[in-house]
């Protein structure tokens, strides 16, 4: 077999312009000539074979550690998604899923979803980075693009020094290529440094062979193996409890589904004392199906379109793609949560007169498509796995979310509004409000902007002033005090959150983690039930500019109704102090709407204060209500290297700024690795402008935030420490003035890509997450590492 040259000389000219000219039907393709007809099969062996195992055992374990860290979520290079057998048969595009630009809607191209085979794919753009052609094992490797790109790297490995060379760009928005068989050689001959694991190491000589052996042997793969007894016992009972025929257990199996059809689902009993990365995981599927027989997926661009089906079948799926920390997003099911869906939607006394329509105006409306379920049910529903609520629009498939997150500050603590609160009354404002609680969603995909929006915000002007007049007479009333915070019904973790904002991607914890932060929310039921819809249900990342601008500029209402509520337990001459501190340099339109009429700077708190600081003494009275359920393990303790490190969250000005966005400090004690996160929060005037958020940039606001364990998915860097030489670290970042500087910390302790031992350390880290947070440990993502 001679080498493959990809450069089309004029013999192969001469046959591409022939096979155009000559029928004018099928496309001449002149890799034809030299490895026979592509056509897409199946890789898919049996589990117990022995190409099945090793693939499970050998090969698996080497494409999640080196390849799904940077090609595992929507914003992977070139949509090559390698974190299951159809991603990797998939194969890669051009076409690009992030663009803020895009005049009409793309169409989607969600893994699982969009597409039920190899060959739909190819018809939808995707090109194959395996051999799809003639199956001998010299053409295996040679018409591959994945051997191909790791082959090179491994002839061209990254240089040991202290940084990639300029050609090699890293981050988020680096120009992809996505080059095709057919010019792969000559892109790789023009840019010398892109193999793969793209500006990374190459692999060690043990797992290119494996890679080699599987690619050249066809590339098979295997699913895991076939599910239990007791597993398909546990689905079967979950599938009877959401499909029964009874409208209101209808309605509820819907409302179940379009707040959890993003949580990764697994058996409580079954999965005890096993960690994330081998639990069984299932995610709740709409089917034209009923259980019993197999699913039939129905595809839509949200979990509230019309089905196109009579009868709508919630059936639980096997997930069998790789565990990302990005993604992870845990949901138990066992029969307490059976018996709680069952209380909260089953027993109440109330009468489903008909099932909602799927037109956009009410479905797209929770208020509307729901109104016939108790509000204080669906509150409670969201409110007892709030940080699962909250995460998913901070974890979802959408691993790219600046537009939904440059509208928040970079940290602050969520407390809730007690359900059990004036439940009759909040039954009757939120019925009393439906109208006005209108979300971008029922605008779809294509949206245009100004038009839209000054709509909203007539809509919510009208909500923010009939809620203040509720606000007032609660204050008549005496119930504005601290009996409006949940106290977790005194066993729910749930009651607090954190939230830190890491640019483009986010973490959201229990308890009340860090310092005491510039901002808080104080969250009801109709304002976590719009971020749900509004950030995850109806977000569409394949929508025009017109809907992920409307998305945006929403959020900002949501936002600030999150803290005015807040600020209303706080006394009036606070607020409005706070207010304008929140707001600095804010344009005059956002300034009017802020100091408006609807909001409440003259309602009286029913708290009383006896300091000079306020919002501190509130946030004491929050942690004395609620004791050891606002606590996190992840702050620091008076331990003696917590102590140490504790001093980075008061070090000088200027030292926070030069740091990233979140970096992943371990140190070595002997053979024991403890493993902290360095978050950098940036300081802002203000956070309204959607396009120029550096403009309100205050670098000299920024701060250092120490957590135990990890906290975000993203690191953008790696820091290695011995115990003895903490406080020399401590020191070197606290006097950090300049990239000079930067560079120096590096060198001492920092693992930077070009590090010989790089892979060593990302498994060792893996490891060490894996035993220190092992319900919520997933493969990192090494798209944000920097190259400092």
């Not at 085979?117 to 939808?124: A, V």
């Not at 959401?242 to 819907?254: C, E, I, S, V």
Request: hydrophobic share 35%; net charge negative.
């Amino acid at each position: 077999m001679r080498s493959f040259q990809l450069k089309l000389h004029w013999p192969w000219l001469i046959l591409l312009l022939a096979g155009c000219a000559s029928v004018g039907i099928t496309q001449f393709d002149p890799l034809d000539e030299i490895y026979g007809q592509d056509s897409p099969k199946s890789r898919i062996v049996e589990t117990t074979s022995p190409a099945g195992q090793f693939y499970l055992t050998e090969v698996e374990p080497i494409i999640e550690q080196r390849c799904v860290v940077c090609h595992g979520c929507y914003d992977a290079p070139c949509q090559l998604k390698l974190s299951s057998p159809e991603g990797i048969d998939r194969g890669a595009s051009k076409d690009v899923v992030y663009d803020g630009t895009r005049i009409l809607a793309s169409n989607p191209t969600r893994l699982g979803i969009d597409a039920r085979s190899t060959f739909e794919w190819r018809q939808k753009g995707f090109h194959s980075v395996l051999n799809e052609r003639t199956q001998t094992p010299a053409v295996n490797l040679e018409a591959s693009l994945l051997y191909q790109f790791i082959k090179h790297k491994q002839q061209q490995p990254v240089a040991e020094t202290e940084r990639l060379s300029s050609d090699i760009i890293t981050g988020i928005n680096q120009q992809n290529q996505c080059p095709t068989l057919v010019d792969s050689q000559e892109f790789l001959a023009d840019n010398p440094n892109h193999g793969m694991p793209y500006g990374l190491p190459a692999l060690s000589d043990n797992e290119f062979s494996v890679l080699t052996k599987w690619l050249s042997d066809g590339a098979t793969m295997a699913n895991q193996a076939p599910l239990s007894e007791a597993y398909q016992t546990e689905i079967q009972a979950w599938e009877t409890f959401l499909n029964q025929d009874g409208l209101k257990h209808q309605l509820m199996a819907r409302y179940a589904y379009e707040h959890i059809y993003l949580a990764h689902l697994y058996f409580t009993d079954l999965e005890a004392n096993i960690s994330s990365q081998y639990k069984e995981y299932f995610k709740l599927v709409r089917s034209s199906t009923p259980p019993g027989v197999p699913i039939d997926p129905i595809q839509t661009r949200r979990p509230y379109d019309d089905p196109g089906v009579q009868r709508v079948y919630y059936r639980l799926q096997r997930d069998d793609e790789s565990i990302l920390a990005k993604t992870l997003m845990p949901y138990s099911l066992d029969q307490n949560r059976m018996d709680r869906m069952d209380t909260l939607f089953i027993q109440p006394n109330y009468t489903v007169s008909s099932f909602p329509s799927y037109d956009p105006k009410v479905a797209a409306n929770p208020f509307e498509a729901f109104k016939e379920i108790p509000a204080q049910s669906r509150y409670r529903f969201m409110l007892e796995e709030a940080q699962f609520t909250i995460m998913g629009f901070i974890k979802g498939p959408v691993c790219r979310g600046q537009i939904a997150l440059n509208v928040i500050d970079d940290h602050f603590w969520v407390l809730f509004v007690d359900p059990d609160n004036a439940p009759e009354e909040m039954e009757k404002f939120v019925a009393e409000q439906r109208d006005n609680l209108v979300l971008p969603g029922e605008k779809q995909s294509n949206a245009g902007v100004i038009k839209n929006w000054l709509n909203f915000s007539v809509h919510q002007n009208k909500y923010l002033q009939n809620k203040l007049q509720l606000i007032k007479r609660l204050s008549d009333e005496d119930k504005l005090n601290l009996d409006l915070i949940w106290d977790g019904d005194q066993h729910n973790d749930n009651a607090t959150l954190t939230i830190f904002r890491h640019f483009d991607s986010s973490s959201v914890l229990k308890g009340l983690v860090g310092q005491e932060p510039k901002t808080a929310w104080l969250i009801d039921y109709p304002l976590l039930e719009r971020i749900h819809y509004l950030l995850v249900a109806e977000y569409d990342v394949f929508g025009n500019v017109g809907h992920q601008v409307n998305t945006r500029l929403y959020m900002d209402f949501l936002r600030m109704e999150g803290e005015g509520n807040f600020l209303s337990l706080l006394p009036a001459e606070e607020r409005k102090k706070l207010w304008q501190y929140w707001y600095r340099n804010s344009h005059q339109k956002v300034k009017e709407y802020v100091f408006g009429p609807r909001v409440n700077f003259d309602v009286k708190t029913n708290i009383t204060f006896t300091s000079s600081e306020p919002k501190s003494e509130l946030f004491d009275h929050v942690k004395e209500k609620l004791g050891a359920l606002q606590q996190s393990p992840h702050n620091l303790t008076n331990q003696p290297l917590d102590s140490t490190l504790a001093q980075l969250q008061n070090i000088p000005k200027g030292a926070p700024t030069i740091m990233p966005e979140m970096g992943i400090l371990s140190i070595q004690d002997g053979d024991d690795i403890t493993l902290y996160s360095i978050i950098r929060n940036s300081g802002h005037s203000n956070i309204d402008s959607l396009l120029f958020e550096d403009k309100n940039r205050l670098p000299e606001e920024d701060y250092l935030t120490i957590n135990k364990g990890i906290t975000g998915s993203y690191p953008g860097a790696y820091w290695h420490v011995e115990l003895k030489s903490v406080p020399d670290f401590v020191a070197a970042v606290s006097k950090l003035q300049s990239e000079d500087d930067y560079d120096h910390l590096m060198d001492a302790f920092g693992v930077r890509r070009t590090n010989p031992n790089f892979w060593q350390h990302s498994d060792a880290i893996h490891k060490q997450y894996e035993k220190g947070q092992p319900n919520t440990a997933g493969l990192l993502d090494y798209n944000r590492l920097e190259n400092r």
